[in-house]
């Protein structure tokens, strides 16, 4: 059993950064995977980042490429998420989320989410 909490969210002018953070209760094994995801009202939750707890490998969403970096602190059950050079789209409720079958494609764990807004 694993429980999440999102922290960081806030409002941002674009162009700003800002980085949240993802608190995981108890261990996280060395299977897991760990994603951010986003939903902005009205529209469908998307992907936004992952990382392999163990292996520290990275993989992102095409819209948040080179402006966005996921990264995990072990010792602190921590999963982090740096987001530089924010645009008026970033602007959703993002959410921490976990698989822990190591495929990156079932996640059973999710966070309560952290509204991100991103406005002049």
């Known amino acids: 059993q694993v429980q999440l909490v999102e922290s960081g969210g806030g409002l941002v002018q674009p162009g700003g950064s800002l980085r949240l953070s993802c608190a995981a209760s108890?261990?996280?094994?060395?299977?897991?995977?760990m994603g951010w995801f986003r939903q902005a009202p009205g529209k469908e939750r998307e992907f936004v980042a992952r990382v392999g707890w163990s292996s520290g490998n990275t993989y992102y969403a095409d819209s948040v490429k080179g402006r966005f970096t996921i990264s995990r602190d072990k010792a602190k059950n921590t999963v982090y998420l740096q987001m530089n050079s924010l645009k008026p789209d970033d602007t959703a409720v993002y959410y921490c989320?976990?698989?822990?079958?190591?495929?990156?494609?079932?996640?059973?764990?999710w966070g309560q989410g952290t509204q991100v807004t991103v406005s002049s």
């Open positions: 108890g261990n996280i094994f060395r299977t897991y995977i």
């Open positions: 989320a976990a698989d822990p079958r190591g495929w990156g494609i079932t996640y059973d764990y």
